[in-house]
């Protein structure tokens, strides 16, 4: 992972991701998971990545967990990730009649 820091440079910041991303490619592109879209990470991002990298923003932990998992089965779908995602956006309040969800992934 990479993170942007305050102290940090935007033209570093891109330099220090597109190298992370080629080592990372294996040749099939890479996702790039990022929490917000108009934050600075994608606005240092998106002017470096190529055809073959896809990023997807509004991640959640649940989306991590799929990504990581389905890299190791070389099997990672962008539409399963987004399912994922959303599925893992519950709402509980104990005055509800349903119980919460037992699992996230399905």
């Known amino acids: 992972y990479e993170c942007f820091m305050p102290e940090d440079n935007i033209k570093e910041f891109q330099k220090r991701i597109i190298d992370k991303v080629n080592n990372l490619d294996t040749g099939d592109g890479v996702i790039i998971l990022l929490d917000i879209f108009g934050g600075t990470p994608a606005q240092a991002l998106i002017p470096c990545i190529n055809g073959k990298n896809l990023i ?51």
Request: proline share 6%; net charge negative; with cysteine.
């Open 56 to 106: 997807l923003s509004g991640m959640n932990f649940p989306m991590t967990i799929q990504a990581l998992t389905s890299r190791q089965e070389h099997i990672v779908s962008k539409e399963e990730l987004i399912s994922c995602g959303k599925t893992a956006i519950q709402s509980y309040e104990p005055n509800d009649e349903k119980e919460p969800e037992d699992s996230f992934f399905g």
